[in-house]
């Protein structure tokens, strides 16, 4: 589904992605981890080409993404983001904010956009706020908003970044839950970051764990708790007593 080679990414002098290789197969959960700063963030928006790459390859099912010729615009129809600061438009209704997208891009009618608005809104238990503002939600509300927002076009590839964050302890455990529901319900591809170490052994299929813009492994969690490379997998994937 998605391939990335050799991949780098420098702001000015400061190289942020230091020649990332990864696979991901169709149907997936990945997870990105990492220290803050360490370019998960840089990494997913490359990914739909947010940034636009210094060197290498991306490939998303059979594209090359980074070749210019390539309509990006395109690609990014089959792509669902949810931001670290997701944005909702504080003009428009809930479900205005969640039809937008697909009205506009005629990926489909109106109605039908209203339709699996409303089905979603419904999963996500916000039915009954489909017209109210974004400002008369709570934080967790919106952000559970803004899922159903990139959900609504179902897209082959989710690509979320930090989306429980904002979120209690007990409402992050719920979405987790309504995510994974939905990723065996879709079959879709996710990948997914967090600085979360439950959130990624919980999450994630498998784990990229990321220090200074370099992969530092790329496995499963058990191979990563069980096997880690080195000394700073071991710290971060476990409890570092037990691990080292
Ligand atoms: P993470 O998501 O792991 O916390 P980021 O990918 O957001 O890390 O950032 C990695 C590094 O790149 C940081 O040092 C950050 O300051 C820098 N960086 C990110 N975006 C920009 C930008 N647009 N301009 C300059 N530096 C940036
Ligand atoms: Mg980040």
Same mark, same amino acid.
């Given at each position: 589904?998605?391939?990335?080679?050799?991949?780098?990414?420098?702001?000015?002098?400061?190289?942020?992605?230091?020649?990332?290789?990864?696979?991901?197969?169709?149907?997936?959960?990945?997870?990105?981890?990492?220290?803050?700063?360490?370019?998960?963030?840089?990494?997913?928006?490359?990914?739909?080409?947010?940034?636009?790459?210094?060197?290498?390859?991306?490939?998303?099912?059979?594209?090359?993404?980074?070749?210019?010729?390539?309509?990006?615009?395109?690609?990014?129809?089959?792509?669902?983001?949810?931001?670290?600061?997701?944005?909702?438009?504080?003009?428009?209704?809930?479900?205005?904010?969640?039809?937008?997208?697909?009205?506009?891009?005629?990926?489909? %009618? $109106?109605?039908?956009? +209203?339709?699996? !608005?409303?089905? &979603? =809104?419904?999963?996500?238990?916000?039915?009954?706020? #489909?017209?109210?503002?974004?400002?008369?939600?709570?934080?967790?509300?919106?952000?559970?908003?803004?899922? %159903? $927002?990139?959900?609504? +076009?179902?897209? !082959?590839?989710? &690509? =979320?970044?930090?989306?429980?964050?904002?979120?209690? #302890?007990?409402?992050?455990?719920?979405?987790?839950?309504?995510?994974?529901?939905?990723?065996?319900?879709?079959?879709?591809?996710?990948?997914?970051?967090?600085?979360?170490?439950?959130?990624?052994?919980?999450?994630?299929?498998?784990?990229?764990?990321?220090?200074?813009?370099?992969?530092?492994?790329?496995?499963?969690?058990?191979?990563?708790?069980?096997?880690?490379?080195?000394?700073?997998?071991?710290?971060?994937?476990?409890?570092?007593?037990?691990?080292?």
């Amino acid at each position: 589904m998605i391939t990335v080679k050799n991949l780098h990414k420098s702001f000015g002098k400061i190289e942020v992605l230091k020649g990332i290789d990864y696979h991901v197969e169709k149907g997936e959960k990945i997870v990105i981890i990492g220290p803050s700063g360490s370019g998960k963030s840089t990494f997913l928006r490359c990914m739909n080409l947010l940034e636009q790459p210094t060197d290498g390859e991306i490939w998303f099912d059979g594209k090359k993404i980074t070749d210019p010729k390539t309509n990006i615009n395109k690609v990014r129809e089959h792509m669902g983001m949810v931001f670290q600061n997701f944005n909702l438009f504080n003009n428009l209704t809930i479900i205005d904010n969640i039809t937008l997208a697909p009205t506009k891009l005629k990926l489909m %009618g $109106r109605d039908e956009a +209203r339709q699996k !608005a409303e089905a &979603l =809104l419904k999963r996500v238990n916000l039915l009954e706020k #489909a017209e109210a503002f974004p400002s008369q939600l709570s934080g967790g509300q919106r952000q559970r908003v803004a899922l %159903g $927002r990139a959900m609504v +076009r179902n897209p !082959a590839v989710f &690509l =979320l970044d930090e989306p429980l964050s904002n979120l209690d #302890a007990k409402l992050r455990a719920t979405m987790r839950t309504e995510i994974a529901k939905l990723h065996q319900r879709l079959d879709i591809t996710f990948v997914y970051v967090t600085h979360d170490q439950t959130e990624a052994m919980t999450m994630g299929d498998r784990i990229v764990v990321m220090k200074e813009g370099v992969v530092q492994q790329f496995d499963t969690p058990q191979v990563l708790y069980d096997t880690p490379d080195n000394l700073f997998v071991a710290g971060f994937m476990g409890s570092p007593q037990m691990n080292f």
